[in-house]
């Protein structure tokens, strides 16, 4: 088992920042990816950006240029640092891991943005 403890969301206004992290505990080997979903009101959920062990990165069309996903294999720890937000990135964000064919996912933190 792999358990992910999130922290970071929080209310803030339009065009602000904040940094999501994310530790991992537990099986943590042979974890191939970590990265970050999102879910808003009344949709499925929605991968937002994410980072295999040897660092490439995919991220959602929607928050390419403005969110940078990065990892620290040794510290089994994930982070997204978010920048010009905006009130359609409100959701509830969710870390999530994918090892030995399934995913683990976190209890998930809120971000509001404010316009």
């Known amino acids: 088992q792999v358990q992910l403890v999130e922290s970071g969301g929080g209310l803030v206004q339009a065009g602000e920042s904040l940094r999501l992290s994310c530790a991992a505990s537990?099986?943590?080997?042979?974890?191939?990816?970590m990265g970050w979903y999102r879910q808003p009101p009344g949709k499925q959920r929605e991968l937002v950006a994410r980072?295999?062990?040897?660092?490439?990165?995919e991220y959602a069309a929607s928050v390419k240029g403005r969110f940078t996903i990065s990892r620290n294999n040794a510290k089994n720890a994930v982070y997204l640092q978010m920048t010009s937000l905006k009130p359609e990135d409100t959701c509830v964000y969710y870390c999530?891991?994918?090892?030995?064919?399934?995913?683990?996912w976190g209890q998930g933190t809120q971000v509001t943005v404010s316009s």
């Open positions: 999530y891991a994918w090892r030995n064919g399934r995913p683990y």
């Open positions: 537990g099986s943590i080997d042979a974890i191939y990816a």
């Open positions: 980072i295999t062990s040897g660092g490439s990165t």
